[in-house]
C-alpha cells in the first residue's frame, strides 16, 4: 500500500520562508510531485524530484531523501498568493493496474501580513 | 491555462440521476485520469485510460464508469447519483502512460441535491 503524511495545515508571515514536508510509504518509488492549488481551482505542477537532493525553481525548492522517504517544499519571500493548498504525490512503479500518482491530503498554507 | 478543457463547469441534479462529465486533454497527451475531491478531501484517483485502453483503477463505485474515445477525450459517466458524490471532479491529463506529470482541466463541480 502507500501511505503519504502531510501536516494539515500551516501559517507563515509574508516575506517570509516556509517549509512544508511530506513524508511517504509505499511499495515501490519513481518520483516525487509538488502541486500548487488554490480553493475551487485545479491542481498546477511546481516540481518533481526523483533522485536525492535539492530542485530549485525560483522561489520554490524541493527535497528529497529516498532512503528517509521524506521530502519538503521550501517557499521563500512567502507573498499573500502563495497561500493555497499544497499536494505532495508520488509515483509508483509504472506497471499496469497500479495508481499512477497517490496524492497526500494537503497542506492549506495561510499567508498573513 | 493548462490545455486540459473540462465541461461542464458547475452541475446541479437530484438524487437517482446520472450524469455525464466530459474532458478533452491536452493536444499530444494520450493518457487521461480522473479524480474525485471531496470537501477537505484528497485528490482520490478514480481511473485512467491511454490511448483508449483503460489503464489502471482505483477507488471509482461500480456506480461509475468512464471510456475515451478515438479523439482521445474521455467521459466520465455518474449514476443512481447519491448526495455524497458531491464533488469537484477533475480529469488530468500526461502524454504517455507512466504517471509523468500530470497537467489538470478546471474540474467539474457536481452538486447532488
Known amino acids: 500500500g502507500q501511505n503519504i503524511d502531510q501536516p494539515t495545515e500551516m501559517t507563515a508571515t509574508e516575506g517570509a520562508i516556509v517549509q512544508i514536508n511530506c513524508t511517504y510509504q509505499?511499495?515501490?518509488?519513481?518520483?516525487l510531485f509538488w502541486y500548487q492549488q488554490h480553493a475551487g481551482e485545479a491542481p498546477t505542477f511546481l516540481s518533481y524530484?526523483?533522485?536525492?537532493g535539492l530542485e530549485e525553481k525560483g522561489r520554490f525548492s524541493s527535497f528529497l531523501s529516498r532512503s528517509k522517504g521524506y521530502s519538503y517544499l521550501l517557499l521563500k519571500e512567502l507573498q499573500m498568493k502563495d497561500s493555497a493548498s499544497y499536494l505532495c504525490a508520488v509515483r509508483g512503479v509504472p506497471n499496469s493496474g497500479n495508481t499512477p500518482l497517490v496524492f497526500g491530503k494537503g497542506t492549506r498554507l495561510s499567508v498573513i501580513a | 491555462d493548462s490545455g486540459v478543457t473540462q465541461t461542464p463547469k458547475h452541475l446541479i441534479t437530484a438524487t437517482g440521476q446520472r450524469v455525464t462529465l466530459r474532458c478533452s486533454p491536452r493536444?499530444?497527451?494520450?493518457?487521461v485520469y480522473w479524480y474525485q475531491q471531496s470537501l477537505d478531501q484528497g485528490l482520490q484517483f478514480l481511473i485512467q485510460?491511454?490511448?483508449?485502453?483503460?489503464?489502471a483503477k482505483g477507488n471509482i463505485l461500480e456506480r461509475f464508469s468512464a471510456q475515451q474515445f478515438p479523439d482521445l477525450h474521455s467521459e466520465l459517466n455518474l449514476s443512481s447519483l447519491e448526495l455524497g458524490d458531491s464533488a469537484l471532479y477533475f480529469c488530468?491529463?500526461?502524454?504517455?502512460?507512466?504517471?509523468?506529470?500530470?497537467?489538470f482541466g478546471p474540474g467539474t463541480r457536481l452538486l447532488v441535491l
Open positions: 485510460y491511454y490511448n483508449g485502453e483503460e489503464r
Open positions: 509505499t511499495s515501490g518509488f519513481n518520483g
Open positions: 488530468a491529463s500526461s502524454v504517455m502512460v507512466a504517471g509523468e506529470t500530470q497537467y
Open positions: 493536444s499530444g497527451d494520450l493518457s
Open positions: 524530484n526523483v533522485l536525492d
